[in-house]
T-cell receptor, first 108, second 112 residues
Framework: GQSLEQPSEVTAVEGAIVQINCTYQ??????LSWYQQHDGGAPTFLSY????GLEETGRFSSFLSRSDSYGYLLLQELQMKDSASYFC?????????FGQGTELSVKP | DVKVTQSSRYLVKRTGEKVFLECVQD?????MFWYRQDPGLGLRLIYF???????EKGDIPEGYSVSREKKERFSLILESASTNQTSMYLC???????????FGSGTQLSVL
């Protein structure tokens, strides 16, 4: 089976940097993805890491360490619009399995 | 841009009814998925399909079935709706299995 652990809630202030961690246990691993979901909206793809290291896309970066079964999403220069839920997901057995999500609240 | 369209945004049904949730994608994607989302539980995979007429069970298939007669359309069927199937249902598609998923806007189903 598989399981993913991520914090349920994170709070930060505008302009700050926040890191959302994700640890996973899977029987076979191909990659770690991150999705963003605003209230009432559909999840949207943010990033995908198949190899160890850091992937940067604008203000967002995602990191993967396969040996530690660990990854994180780093959000820089936080903006109010970044308030949303963030899900990590692992690809295993032909399907994408999601964590329970981290609700990020950005305060002024 | 990829478009994944779910037929209804809100749906109210009675216990015991047969319910069809329809999903259509316009990018010729091979892979399609049905998830349900409940507060505190994240997204849980119900069924997925890698090709026409092909289906695979996800993590919570009990009480559901699916149909994929055409590549662009993936239907979720609740044979006899129950109150514990009240949830947000999300359809998704992807070109490569496990990679970037494109989601529909979801169907909020209430079973009374």
């Amino acid at each position: 089976g598989q399981s993913l652990e991520q914090p349920s809630e994170v709070t930060a202030v505008e302009g700050a940097i926040v890191q959302i961690n994700c640890t996973y246990q899977t029987s076979g691993f191909y990659g770690l993805s991150w999705y963003q979901q605003h209230d009432g909206g559909a999840p949207t793809f943010l990033s995908y890491n198949a190899l160890d290291g850091l992937e940067e896309t604008g203000r967002f970066s995602s990191f993967l360490s396969r040996s530690d079964s660990y990854g994180y999403l780093l959000l820089q220069e936080l903006q109010m619009k970044d308030s949303a839920s963030y899900f990590c997901a692992v690809y295993e057995g032909g399907k994408l399995i999601f964590g329970q999500g981290t609700e990020l609240s950005v305060k002024p | 841009d990829v478009k994944v369209t779910q037929s209804s945004r809100y749906l109210v049904k009675r216990t015991g009814e047969k319910v069809f949730l329809e999903c259509v994608q316009d990018m010729d994607h091979e892979n399609m998925f049905w998830y349900r989302q409940d507060p505190g539980l994240g997204l849980r995979l119900i069924y997925f399909s890698y090709d026409v007429k092909m289906k695979e069970k996800g993590d919570i298939p009990e009480g559901y079935s699916v149909s994929r007669e055409k590549k662009e359309r993936f239907s979720l069927i609740l044979e006899s709706a129950s109150t514990n199937q009240t949830s947000m249902y999300l359809c998704a598609s992807s070109f490569e299995a496990g990679e970037k998923l494109f989601f529909g806007s979801g169907t909020q189903l209430s079973v009374l």
